[in-house]
């Protein structure tokens, strides 16, 4: 059986004061740094989301960056090419002018020369004709 005595009515203050205390001075400021650490940790969360959300953006800005320029280099590259092939056609054409020019000078020259051994024609034949006369005269009787 229980009795009801000082000793009990003592020992329930007691223990009604010590719960007092316990959550004056641990319960509540262990559960305020407890809030406050999870007020810190969704705080934290948020900004890295923030974060994560900033790079994000920079990483597409950055890829379209790279894109523009690599687009850039390829359009540079391909007048580049355009322009070197110009270049080269108009030395090729240059080059084929002057051979041209040159190849005409030979065709001149060739055919002033060919006109004139035509006109030897006539003496080099009778020349011909009498060295042959002659060398068959003296072979022959």
Not at 9 to 30: D, N, Q, R, S
């Amino acid at each position: 059986m229980v009795t009801i005595n000082l000793t009990l009515l003592i020992e329930l203050g007691l223990f009604l004061i010590f719960m007092w205390a316990m959550k004056t001075y641990v319960f509540w400021p262990l559960l305020k740094v407890m809030d406050d650490r999870d007020e810190k940790l969704n705080d934290d969360r948020n900004v890295a989301r923030t974060d994560a959300e900033a790079a994000d953006e920079l990483e597409l800005r950055y890829i379209s960056n790279v894109a523009e320029i690599h687009h850039a280099a390829s359009l540079s590259l391909v007048r580049a090419h355009r322009k070197a092939q110009m270049a080269h056609l108009a030395e090729i054409d240059a080059l084929k002018a002057e051979g041209d020019t040159a190849l005409k000078a030979v065709r001149v020259e060739t055919r002033t020369a060919v006109n004139a051994q035509r006109t030897q024609y006539p003496t080099l034949i009778d020349s011909m004709a009498n060295a042959i006369h002659e060398k068959l005269s003296k072979e022959g009787h």
